[in-house]
């Protein structure tokens, strides 16, 4: 790979990033000020529609949007054969959506879900039109238009939010920041993307591309279940309001880990897909990607995790500090979540389909066994029970199953991977020594100042490691380049 692909590479992600950041914190405003201004049973109340709703919308696409970026040579044909696929593939999610809206009712005991699983139905549908645009978009590089559709879309989204949750008061609001935010990015893609589909041209490629997306379909439907599989069970058996204060603490700790990983994803799995015949070029590729993820989100997290409970009263307010526990249980897990979710780059840039399904399936029942056997003790046991085997048991399975075939072995993971917990040990213990001096209890001021040392104390310990250093130093080397050109 020469340098000017590392540079468009490097700007690509950049631009996505800045993309995504505002998202995060338009996204992180809205969720603040709904929360003050709504009860933990309209959270939960969504959370029940939407576990079906998003369940079903993975497959409203039939994976053909991932096909599209990553095949090498592509006719009009065969992408109208995949635009029609995807349309029918949505339309009948959507269908079956809206004849589940009764049942779900009735499952959950609460007649306001029958409406809300329809109207959400609806947007389900909406929500699948633009797949083949937006990977026909991603596919010619141009990223700088999808970032600022996301800008747009996001602010209009946040925008009708608030004003809908001051007007309306209710559950509906937050349905309206997400119908705004799924009718602006649609007609934003296709205005841009200038495709406009015919005819379709079925070929033995186009069938292979189907069955690459029903691979990967496959996989983001036993994610998703693994990972709403807790929603479902805690709405079920413990009811709308401990599931409230579990889906918001879930949902603040998983929306960074996205919002990191979704721009970084974009631009690296066609680029180590192309690196795949060069084994040196791919590790050092993904050995530097996956040490930046780790040093910008695992400080955070470990601020969050031992401040969980000043946090939640500063910012979201005293009846949201139920939560806290449960936050910091979960974001132990989601210190190494932040690796194990690259696992789909690997899988994907190197074509394994099948295994990344099997790995999905594997991860899936392990995961909803810990949800059943911390189900008794509420909503603080599942997330409990889920940490604790997620370490016991899916962290080996992911070093395994990544080290099996393909140029990332499983010691390499552990090399690269061992300095930042390093790292983390050294932040937590700083953090935590130093709170009781820094902290009042009801100061942001003292939060920034422990969230600044977190991440300081962090990136001390992993600079004691020589590769953390050189990736630093090419990181200075590439910013210096970049001002200089601009000068």
Not at 89 to 116: C, E, V
Not at 243 to 250: M, P, Q, S, T, V
Request: charged share 15%; hydrophobic share 50%.
């Amino acid at each position: 790979m020469d340098r000017d692909s590392k540079s468009r590479a490097a700007t690509n992600i950049l631009i996505t990033g800045g993309s995504q950041a505002w998202k995060l914190c338009a996204g992180f405003v809205l969720t603040i000020f709904s929360t003050r201004n709504l009860a933990p049973s309209d959270f939960g109340l969504l959370a029940m529609a939407a576990t079906a709703a998003t369940f079903l919308g993975l497959i409203k696409d039939f994976g053909v949007g991932q096909a599209i970026i990553q095949r090498p040579d592509i006719t009009k044909g065969q992408i109208d054969a995949l635009f029609w696929l995807s349309v029918l593939s949505s339309a009948a999610s959507a269908l079956i959506l809206a004849l589940s809206a009764y049942p779900i009712s009735l499952f959950y005991d609460d007649p306001r879900l029958q409406r809300l699983t329809i109207a959400i139905a609806g947007l389900s549908l909406i929500a699948g039109l633009p797949t083949v645009p937006y990977a026909l978009l991603a596919r010619e590089s141009r990223f700088k238009a999808l970032a600022i559709l996301d800008v747009v879309a996001t602010t209009a989204s946040v925008l009708a939010g608030i004003l809908a949750v001051i007007v309306l008061r209710n559950y509906w609001a937050l349905y309206l920041s997400t119908l705004v935010l799924t009718v602006f990015s649609t007609a934003g893609i296709w205005a841009c993307s200038g495709y406009r589909p015919g005819l379709p041209y079925i070929d033995s490629e186009t069938r292979h591309m189907a069955r690459f997306g029903l691979h990967l379909s496959g996989f983001y439907l036993v994610n998703y279940f693994s990972r709403n599989a807790d929603n479902i069970l805690i709405g079920k058996f413990r009811g709308g309001e401990e599931l409230g204060l579990y889906d918001r603490a879930y949902r603040l700790l998983l929306f960074p880990i996205i919002q990191l990983h979704s721009p970084v994803g974009q631009v690296i799995v066609p680029l180590l897909s192309r690196l795949r015949s060069d084994k040196d070029k791919y590790l050092s590729v993904y050995n530097d990607t996956l040490s930046l993820v780790m040093s910008v989100s695992q400080p955070g997290i470990v601020f969050a995790i031992l401040l969980s409970e000043p946090l939640f009263k500063i910012v979201l307010g005293e009846s949201w500090v139920g939560a806290a526990p449960i936050f910091s249980w979960l974001g132990l897990a989601g210190l190494n979540q932040v690796a194990t979710a690259t696992t789909g780059w690997l899988f994907l840039s190197q074509g394994r389909g099948q295994d990344l399904f099997r790995f999905g399936v594997w991860c899936a029942l392990i995961n909803v066994v810990s949800f059943v056997m911390g189900l008794p003790w509420g909503a603080l046991g599942v997330a409990i029970s889920y940490t604790v085997v997620n370490y016991a048991v899916v962290v080996p399975l992911y070093a395994i199953s990544i080290g099996r075939n393909g140029p990332v072995t499983t010691r390499n993971l552990i090399e690269t991977t061992g300095p930042h917990w390093i790292g983390c040990l050294v932040a937590a213990a700083i953090t935590k020594t130093s709170a009781a001096s820094l902290l009042d209890g009801n100061s942001l001021t003292g939060l920034a100042t422990l969230l600044a040392l977190s991440y300081c104390s962090y990136l001390i310990a992993i600079m004691c490691f020589a590769p953390k250093r050189a990736l630093a130093k090419r990181l200075l080397r590439y910013g210096y380049g970049k001002t200089a050109a601009q000068i």
